[in-house]
């Protein structure tokens, strides 16, 4: 079994499971520190062993397509589904909310340093706010209470809480009055999805 799941963890790490797939790894990083670690510890390899090949030039349309993917709303796709679910939204609409993601305009500062907020009409299923946060990069966010519950889907880059460390594709809930810290990964600014109704500064 252990064996089946390390698998799975190189073809997580490289984006080769599927949208069921992706979830079930996700949900296994999000309960075990050690497996957590493990997926770290081979992204960090995978990226040395990158840096070692001789470039390829690609023809010029190949470049042209992977970049809009890399830099493009479709990076996110494997996340879709799950988005949609999470605020009550149709993929097209979600699609054009991503696109604020990358634009600087669309931000604004949130209620601490390092943390910026985009806002957005959740579908009517959805009683709570709903946006996208980024936080820079190695930031810590201090403890603070939800005042309601908030569902939590992580985008881009990482963050660390409690020793545990989340990737892009998790989904974490917090019920109402649940009190936590976290720090976003150093490699990249976090962007994350989220539904909540408010928190407080502890």
Known sequence: ??????????????????EDE???????????????????LLQHVLALRAATLA??????????RLLATLHGVDRFRPF??????IVDLPEDLMCELLERVDNPAAWEPGPVPGLFLTHFEPGPRIM???????VRRGQTILRHRHLGAEVTLVLEGTFWEDGVRYFPG?????????????????ERDLVFAVTHSGVEIV
């Not at 992706?22 to 770290?40: G, N, Q, V």
């Not at 709570?128 to 980024?134: P, T, V």
Request: net charge positive.
């Open 1 to 18: 079994m252990k064996g089946e799941i390390l698998d799975c963890l190189s073809n997580y790490v490289l984006h080769r499971l599927s």
């Open 22 to 40: 992706t979830k079930e790894m996700a949900r296994i990083l999000a309960s075990s520190p050690e497996l957590s670690k493990e997926c770290a």
């Open 55 to 64: 470039p390829i030039a690609p023809p010029p349309a190949v470049r042209e």
């Open 80 to 85: 879709l589904g799950r988005l949609c679910q």
């Open 128 to 134: 709570a706010n709903a946006g996208f946060i980024r």
């Open 170 to 186: 998790q989904l974490v809930e917090r019920s109402a009055g649940s009190v936590h810290a976290f720090t976003a990964g150093s």
